[in-house]
């Protein structure tokens, strides 16, 4: 099964930038659902890197890697 994660971009007050990923996220995650949660995270002030607010979405990526392990032998 793949692992899915959800990568949030997002500018920073002071010009930079920032991402948020998230772990084993849903593959069904819809562009709905990420931009309704960035745009709580940006209302919310919730995050502070670099002690600077985070005050525009700058992209969204929903991301599936598969993993096959192999015994060690």
Do not use: C, H, Q, Y
Not at 22 to 33: F, G, L
Not at 34 to 44: E, P
């Amino acid at each position: 099964m793949p692992e899915v994660k959800l990568d949030l971009s997002f500018k920073r007050e002071d010009g930079g930038s920032s991402k948020i990923s998230i772990e084993d996220v849903r593959p069904d995650v819809t562009e709905m659902d990420a931009n309704g949660l960035m745009d709580l995270i940006i209302t919310n002030n919730i995050f502070l890197p670099n002690g600077s607010s985070l005050v525009e979405k700058s992209k969204i990526e929903l991301v599936s890697t598969d993993v096959t392990e192999f015994n060690v032998v």
